[in-house]
């Protein structure tokens, strides 16, 4: 097999790079074969601030997954995320004007075209264009129009968009690490694409990726995204509130969050303690267990409180019949899912990569959603991907272009 049928992910996040490599068997059935992290330490709430830092993370993450599957790594599809991620919707108008009004792929690249050309800040672009729904002649709810007769043809859309920079700097560490961006995907398309089942999305979902840095949010309705939000909170503040309040260094916070942390006063015995270790030689503390839930609640709380309401003064509130999906390696949390019912009052469940072929105890995990749900991506980019033009020469870099033209220009 060559270097060519292997698919990379990877997943650049604030707390972990992980890199996730995919194989075809001789069923043709994608098989993960090799997973690799390493500690993050270049990025700030999902966006790259230390390129070397990025770059030696990246390396090392590759090389491990590399060892684990025996394949060499060449290029990458890699997600994108952080604070300027902007999820908007759109509608294009075109005339059909195939022969006999048949409506051919054209008719459907001019909507989306036509549907795309929305005004963007300079310092912004393009990262996804999803169709939601085509309409024809005023018939909505098709999924795909080709070879339906038409004389109008209308699409929703979701557009996602970016800042350049962001983009810029991860597509510079992939380089300098020594491999090809063949790609770059919003970090909860690719989560999305690894936890959530069809029916979820037909029915409507909400999916809350908690990461270290970030909490990113799409909602899904009848299949396609309406809501993308890229919150910069995550498990860091949590931590960062602990360390605080607790008087205590950030790794030993972490620690504390990771062993005794809970999100959810009922789920814990009123006189449990909890130890804390303390700075400059002074003797380990005890704490009441409920003390400790009740700081990591109130910013659980918030996190919550604050997509809830965005998510709601939108109106898709009560159009979620699939309830809520959370995943990331917050979502490992204690009491998450309890609280998550709680405050939107809806059904939750914790969403972990579907099952594949392969190394399945490796990435049956909720922080390697992205990583898995990119080779799951780029696996099958038609379903969810924007309609774009036939597929360059995989890794000779076209298919970003297509995208990001004039983003990449500096680089190569
Ligand atoms: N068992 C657990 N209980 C509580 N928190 C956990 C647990 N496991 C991981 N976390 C938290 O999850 C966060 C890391 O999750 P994840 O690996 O999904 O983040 P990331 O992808 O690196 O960051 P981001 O997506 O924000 O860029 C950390 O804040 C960590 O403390
Ligand atoms: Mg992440």
């Given at each position: 097999m060559s270097a060519q049928e292997v698919i990379v992910g990877l997943d650049i996040g604030t707390s972990k790079i992980c890199a996730v490599i995919g194989e075809y068997n001789h069923n043709g059935m994608l098989e993960i074969t090799g997973v690799g992290t390493a500690p993050s330490r270049g990025l700030r709430r999902g966006v790259v601030i230390n390129i070397e830092a990025t770059v030696k993370s990246i390396i090392t993450a590759i090389e491990a997954a590399e060892l684990m599957s025996g394949r060499e790594v060449d290029e990458v599809y890699s997600g994108l995320a952080g604070g300027d991620i902007e999820g908007i919707n759109s509608r294009g108008v075109v005339a059909v004007t195939g022969r006999g009004r048949e409506i051919a792929n054209e008719d459907v690249e001019r909507v989306i075209d036509a549907a795309k050309t929305i005004v963007i800040p300079m310092d912004r672009e393009v990262l996804h264009v999803i169709p939601q729904e085509f309409i024809v002649d005023n018939q909505g709810g098709v999924k795909n129009p080709i070879g339906m007769m038409g004389v109008r043809l209308e699409a929703e859309v979701h557009i996602i968009t970016g800042a350049i920079s962001s983009a810029q700097n991860i597509v510079k560490c992939i380089n300098r690490s020594g491999f090809k961006a063949c790609d770059l995907v919003l970090e909860p398309l690719a989560s999305a694409r690894a936890v959530l089942s069809n029916d979820e999305k037909e029915l409507g979902v909400l999916l809350i990726d908690l990461g270290c840095g970030t909490s990113d949010v799409m909602v899904f309705l009848n299949g396609a995204p309406y809501y993308t939000e890229v919150f910069p909170l995550g498990g860091e503040q949590v931590t960062n509130d602990l360390s605080i309040m607790l008087k205590t260094p950030i790794e030993a916070a972490e620690k504390i969050k990771l062993q005794s942390g809970c999100?959810?006063?009922?789920?814990?015995?009123?006189e449990e303690e909890v130890l804390i270790p303390s700075v400059g030689g002074r003797a380990p503390r005890r704490i009441m267990r409920s003390d400790l839930t009740e700081i990591i609640q109130s910013r659980m709380q918030e996190i919550y409180g604050l997509i809830r309401s965005k998510v709601d003064e939108k109106g898709f509130l009560k159009m979620l019949g699939g309830g809520v999906v959370l995943t990331g390696g917050?979502?490992?949390?204690?009491g998450a899912i309890e609280l998550a019912m709680e405050i939107f009052g809806l059904p939750t469940r914790l969403g972990y990569p579907v099952k594949m072929g392969g190394l399945v105890e490796e990435y049956?995990?909720?922080?390697f959603s992205t990583g898995v749900g990119l080779v799951m991506y780029a696996d099958n980019q038609?379903?969810?991907?924007?309609?774009?033009k036939p597929k360059e020469?995989?890794?000779?870099f076209k298919n970003v272009f297509d995208r990001?033209?004039?983003?990449f220009k500096e680089f190569i």
């Amino acid at each position: 097999m060559s270097a060519q049928e292997v698919i990379v992910g990877l997943d650049i996040g604030t707390s972990k790079i992980c890199a996730v490599i995919g194989e075809y068997n001789h069923n043709g059935m994608l098989e993960i074969t090799g997973v690799g992290t390493a500690p993050s330490r270049g990025l700030r709430r999902g966006v790259v601030i230390n390129i070397e830092a990025t770059v030696k993370s990246i390396i090392t993450a590759i090389e491990a997954a590399e060892l684990m599957s025996g394949r060499e790594v060449d290029e990458v599809y890699s997600g994108l995320a952080g604070g300027d991620i902007e999820g908007i919707n759109s509608r294009g108008v075109v005339a059909v004007t195939g022969r006999g009004r048949e409506i051919a792929n054209e008719d459907v690249e001019r909507v989306i075209d036509a549907a795309k050309t929305i005004v963007i800040p300079m310092d912004r672009e393009v990262l996804h264009v999803i169709p939601q729904e085509f309409i024809v002649d005023n018939q909505g709810g098709v999924k795909n129009p080709i070879g339906m007769m038409g004389v109008r043809l209308e699409a929703e859309v979701h557009i996602i968009t970016g800042a350049i920079s962001s983009a810029q700097n991860i597509v510079k560490c992939i380089n300098r690490s020594g491999f090809k961006a063949c790609d770059l995907v919003l970090e909860p398309l690719a989560s999305a694409r690894a936890v959530l089942s069809n029916d979820e999305k037909e029915l409507g979902v909400l999916l809350i990726d908690l990461g270290c840095g970030t909490s990113d949010v799409m909602v899904f309705l009848n299949g396609a995204p309406y809501y993308t939000e890229v919150f910069p909170l995550g498990g860091e503040q949590v931590t960062n509130d602990l360390s605080i309040m607790l008087k205590t260094p950030i790794e030993a916070a972490e620690k504390i969050k990771l062993q005794s942390g809970c999100c959810y006063q009922e789920l814990i015995q009123p006189e449990e303690e909890v130890l804390i270790p303390s700075v400059g030689g002074r003797a380990p503390r005890r704490i009441m267990r409920s003390d400790l839930t009740e700081i990591i609640q109130s910013r659980m709380q918030e996190i919550y409180g604050l997509i809830r309401s965005k998510v709601d003064e939108k109106g898709f509130l009560k159009m979620l019949g699939g309830g809520v999906v959370l995943t990331g390696g917050g979502a490992l949390l204690p009491g998450a899912i309890e609280l998550a019912m709680e405050i939107f009052g809806l059904p939750t469940r914790l969403g972990y990569p579907v099952k594949m072929g392969g190394l399945v105890e490796e990435y049956r995990h909720p922080a390697f959603s992205t990583g898995v749900g990119l080779v799951m991506y780029a696996d099958n980019q038609t379903e969810i991907r924007e309609i774009k033009k036939p597929k360059e020469k995989k890794g000779s870099f076209k298919n970003v272009f297509d995208r990001m033209k004039d983003w990449f220009k500096e680089f190569i």
